[in-house]
């Protein structure tokens, strides 16, 4: 009988961005549980610092990065390599929302979207999918994307936007990076309780925020929910499966 774990990183590196809180460091708890050694991604050291101490002793290092400066991310995973070895995996929690219905539509603040949850995403995916970078097995890429990118939600236009774009370039990203063995997935939460999603719901009064949470047929999700479901995704014993979408959202869009 075969007593391993059916999930196990096996000290491989994983790069979590975003891992300063809620479901980044959720997930960068999560997969060091399961051997995995992390690279926490994020602008916020204090927090960053955080991450890193609920993580087994040696396990993680924080990389202080703004993924908006685009021209240094690239010579960051180039020194990693360098100085602690090839990167397996992937997970892109980074993400900016704002709730902001049509008509008070800011370019300025779309733009700044963007440039977190899909042109950084893109960019770090293709510093760490790089044949000089990523492990000799292949490895997995996974991202972050929310369940309103494939259903509408009044006041989330423009992240609902960006969102979208994140799982059109998954699907892109999956059929021209299997030859080398490397898996692309994306990941879509529904409400789950953040620090982000509490700043989201600045704007909306208790009854506003009470009958979105009743539109779920098993209440709000927790951090950790998602978690457990992304270390499958990014699981080496999960080699077959890429360009998919795994919905985690209590059954919100069941109905």
């Known amino acids: 009988m075969n007593d391993a774990p059916f999930i196990d990183f096996s000290g491989r590196w994983v790069v979590v961005a975003g891992a300063s809180s809620g479901i980044g460091r959720a997930i960068a708890v999560e997969l060091a549980r399961r051997s995995a050694r992390l690279v926490l991604v994020g602008r916020d050291e204090m927090k960053l610092q955080e991450t890193l101490q609920q993580l087994p002793s040696g396990t993680g290092r924080v990389v202080i990065q703004d993924l908006r400066a685009t021209d240094a991310i690239v010579p960051l995973v180039r020194d990693h390599v360098k100085d602690h070895g090839r990167i397996y995996g992937l997970c892109y929690c980074a993400g900016v929302v704002e709730t902001r219905p049509l008509a008070s539509f800011k370019p300025d ?3 700044d979207m963007i440039e977190v949850n ?19 097995e292949g490895g997995a890429l996974l991202f972050i994307a929310s369940v309103y990118g494939s259903v509408g939600m009044p006041g989330q ?53 009470r009958e979105l949470e009743s539109s779920y047929p098993l209440g709000a999700g927790k951090p950790e ?12 014993e999960n080699g077959w499966i890429t360009g998919t979408d795994f919905v985690v959202d209590g059954g919100y869009t069941a109905q």
């Open 109 to 111: 603040s779309f733009r």
């Open 118 to 136: 899909v042109t950084g995403a893109l960019e770090l995916s293709k510093a760490v999918s790089r044949r000089d970078v990523v492990t000799e």
């Open 157 to 209: 236009i423009g992240y609902s936007a960006t969102k979208g774009a994140l799982l059109a370039a998954v699907r892109s990203m999956a059929v021209e990076l299997a030859r080398r063995r490397i898996r692309v997935n994306a990941l879509s939460p529904g409400l789950v309780h953040t620090a982000m999603t509490e700043g989201a719901f600045a704007s909306l009064s208790k009854e506003q925020v």
């Open 225 to 236: 929910d998602v978690a457990r479901a992304a270390a499958f995704l990014l699981a080496p």
